[in-house]
């Protein structure tokens, strides 16, 4: 008992947040959750169709709409899809790919929601101005400070990005495609070589002289 409780009471202190629901449709980590759980920095959540949930945390609390997949990351959100509202006085963001959607007063209580459908982020300011700033780099860098473009949504307006972290942001520059490396490919590839230097080769009737191209015998 006296090693069990210590542990037992840390993992309370370090809880960053959490989630409240009515215990039925909604899952923490693949799991079932039940109607209150803490929730730790990287906890999956996923919301099933008419169920909601809501994340409370020290300044800040999120309402999770039915058929929704986040993960939270202590003062950021990591929307993967549905949409989700916001209010917070702590700064906290939501971050859907290559978008970060921040306040843009973290001093002052924010309200806004964000919704990921069909691949369009839309982003609506309910109560004071957001951020919304687009990465040109792929998913790894998104987490990164600087910034290549952006847009503020001023309290009362609501404005749309194209989700643009895709296969293509993924692929590493100058990869070869697997279908080019498969042994299909390289054995068509030869044969085409061989037809193409044999018309090259074969197309007169008189063979070429090594020593004199242009004599005849």
Not at 107 to 133: P, Q
Not at 162 to 167: I, L, P, R, T, V
Not at 189 to 202: P, R
Request: glycine fraction near 8%; proline fraction near 5%.
């Amino acid at each position: 008992m006296l090693a069990i409780l210590p542990a037992s009471l840390q993992a309370q202190e370090t809880a960053a947040a959490m989630l409240r629901s009515e215990g039925v449709g909604v899952l923490v980590n693949k799991y079932p959750a039940p109607a209150s759980i803490a929730l730790f920095s990287d906890d999956l959540i996923e919301t099933q169709k008419a169920v909601v949930a809501r994340i409370e945390a020290s300044g800040s609390a999120a309402d999770i709409n039915a058929e929704t997949v986040v993960e939270f990351e202590g003062n950021e959100l990591v929307l993967e899809h549905g949409s989700l509202s916001v209010n917070t006085s702590r700064g906290m963001t939501v971050r859907v790919g290559c978008l970060t959607i921040t306040p843009a007063n973290s001093a002052e209580w924010t309200h806004y929601d964000v919704a990921d459908l069909n691949g369009k982020v839309n982003v609506s300011a309910l109560k004071n101005d957001v951020n919304i700033d687009e990465h040109s780099g792929g998913l790894r860098q998104a987490k990164q400070s600087g910034r290549s473009n952006r847009v503020t949504v001023r309290e009362g307006e609501q404005k749309s990005r194209e989700e643009k972290c895709g296969a293509a942001d993924i692929r590493q520059a100058g990869s070869t495609p697997a279908i080019l490396n498969s042994p299909y490919a390289i054995g068509a590839g030869i044969v085409t070589i061989g037809v193409l230097t044999c018309w090259a080769l074969c197309r007169s009737g008189n063979p070429i002289s090594p020593t004199n191209p242009n004599s005849s015998p």
